[in-house]
């Protein structure tokens, strides 16, 4: 062995501490991103102005013609024809949804919708899918809005832009209609590989330079997973299951009988007892130290919640489905927020999966939009009993909306869709952004322009945007403390690209 491969004195005590180390088992690797984690420093807000936003994602590109439904009859009757359900018939027929199902989740904005680029006049009705009977009581409430046709641009772009072979001049969005790709571009402005997301750059605004002691780490918690959109340049994501946090198991209680508490006592009592004179050795005792103290956090912080808190009895609105136990561990973490340092802005990921459906869209879009209207709808309640549904806003994406056109039995994948902003900051009981017209014809006049009708699609019905993520994502944003200026920027590098008729407020959310 060369002389310049031989450890350190300091080097080999780091290693051997390694090895004892990893006997905490697997969770250990994740608590190195602890390690990036700064501390909280307050908005411009007093120590009681608490935000929190909630992303609930749909994975798979939620199918949004049967998601947000046309109801008045010219406009139904155009659905029901592209959907395979023929021009004169309104009931069910190829993936088109009755009319008659539709009157119970019927909405009833406050005021009639009318854009300039809405052709079809201000006339215009919608219903959501019956089974979400949930989210269109929100929304006729006044606690949910829908943000139409909403989807990545890097600048508005029309149909004609779309198709120029001028790419400088006419940007698009990187890898259209993938969903690896998308699902990024929704998270963070860029494709699959991005280490960073909106949500994440909006948390580097409140984090400074990392404490061992600080309690900044829970500014962003993820209950799905690793998510793009929480991770910063500085803030990155910590990770919570539906049970809780994600322990340090260690090995050796396996081995001697010790309860994993009591190893985890002695393992943080070993690392916080070990300080040397190497650098990474320090570092990475750190970081398992706040690892294990996150996790006792989270534990103390639950502790909050127990049977007699009302959202959580037996009987509560909360399903046992995947995504309401997500919602449903958000709504604790918050009611805990005291114990996990109080913070005063908080963003949290959640997600459901599915949405796929190129076959099969009648047997399984209802049970999957149903469990997101119910998990919407219990989480609102839940926050609203805890007296804090005006500082708490949740709000979908996805990877992008589908086709309108059938494929038989689903649609194919597409680029703009519906979304829905629920809170009691929100503007709701109504509509933002341009409801785009009910076609998949490619038809043009006589001097070679698309007519009104077909220029906010790209055949088949696939939505070209009208609304940016940016746009959408600036408004909550800006609710959420961030300044409408070079922050902005910031978080959202395109949205100086936007304005006028595409305005960087959306007004969906109070001042």
């Known amino acids: 062995m060369h002389s310049s491969d031989i450890p350190s004195p300091s080097r080999r005590a780091f290693l051997r501490r390694s090895g004892h180390l990893a006997l905490t088992g697997t969770a250990l690797p994740f608590a190195l991103n602890l390690a990036a984690m700064g501390e909280a420093a307050a908005f411009n807000s007093t120590a009681g102005d608490y935000k929190a936003l909630v992303c609930v994602f749909m994975f798979g590109g939620n199918d949004y013609g049967n ?18 359900g023929g021009a004169t018939g309104q009931g069910a027929a190829g993936i088109a949804i009755a009319k008659s199902a539709l009157t119970p989740t019927l909405l009833a904005p406050t005021t009639a919708l009318s854009n300039p680029l809405n052709p079809s006049g201000p006339e215009l009705q919608y219903a959501l899918h019956p089974a979400m009977t949930g989210l269109a009581g929100l929304f006729n409430a ?21 198709h120029s072979s001028n ?5 698009l969005p990187p890898q259209l209609y993938s969903h690896n790709d998308q699902q990024s571009i929704w998270q963070s402005s860029r494709p699959e590989g991005s280490k960073i997301g909106w949500g994440g750059k909006t948390e580097d605004l409140v984090v400074s330079p990392i404490s061992l002691n600080s309690k900044s780490i829970f500014t962003g918690i993820s209950v799905s997973g690793n998510a793009v959109f929480l991770s910063g340049d500085v803030a990155l994501q910590y990770q919570v299951s539906t049970s809780g946090a994600i322990k340090i198991t260690p090995a050796t209680s396996r081995v001697y ?34 690892a294990l103290d996150a996790q006792q956090d989270i534990e103390n912080a639950l502790l909050q919640t127990n049977a007699a808190t009302p959202f959580m009895r037996a009987d509560a609105a909360f399903g046992t489905d995947s995504l309401s136990a997500q919602l449903k561990m958000v709504a604790r973490l918050i009611k805990g927020r005291d114990q996990l340092g109080s913070p005063r802005r908080q963003v949290f990921f959640v997600s459901i999966g599915g949405f796929d459906l190129h076959d099969g869209l009648i047997a399984q879009h209802p049970t999957i939009l149903g469990r997101v209207s119910s998990a919407m709808t219990a989480f609102y309640n839940a926050t609203d009993e805890m007296g804090i549904a005006n500082q708490v806003t949740t709000f979908t994406a996805s990877d992008f909306g589908r086709t309108l056109a059938s494929n038989g039995d689903g649609s194919d994948h597409g680029w703009g869709s519906h979304h829905f902003v629920v809170g009691g900051a929100v503007n709701g009981k109504a509509f933002y952004g341009s ?47 961030v300044n409408p200026g070079a922050e902005m920027a910031t978080v959202l590098p395109n949205i100086g690209n936007f304005g006028g008729a595409y305005p960087v407020d959306l007004g969906f959310m109070a001042a």
Not at 67 to 84: A, E
Not at 144 to 162: E, H, S
């Open 67 to 84: 998601t947000v439904i046309p109801y008045d009859d010219t406009s139904y009757d155009k659905y029901h024809t592209i959907r395979g």
């Open 142 to 162: 006044g606690k949910a809005a829908v943000q139409l046709n909403v989807g990545p641009l890097i600048k508005p772009t029309t149909r004609a832009q779309y």
């Open 167 to 171: 790419r400088t001049a006419n940007p």
């Open 257 to 290: 009988g010790a309860t994993n508490d009591a190893v985890r006592d002695a393992l943080r009592t070993l690392v916080r007892n070990t300080t040397g004179t190497h650098r990474l050795e320090n570092d990475y005792n750190a970081v398992t130290t706040r």
């Open 435 to 481: 409801p785009p017209p009910v076609s998949i014809s490619d038809t043009k006049d006589s001097g070679g322009n698309y007519l009104p009708e077909n220029q906010w699609h790209v055949g088949q019905g696939r939505l070209l945007p009208t609304t940016s993520v940016d746009q959408y994502a600036a408004t909550m944003a800006k609710w959420f403390g």
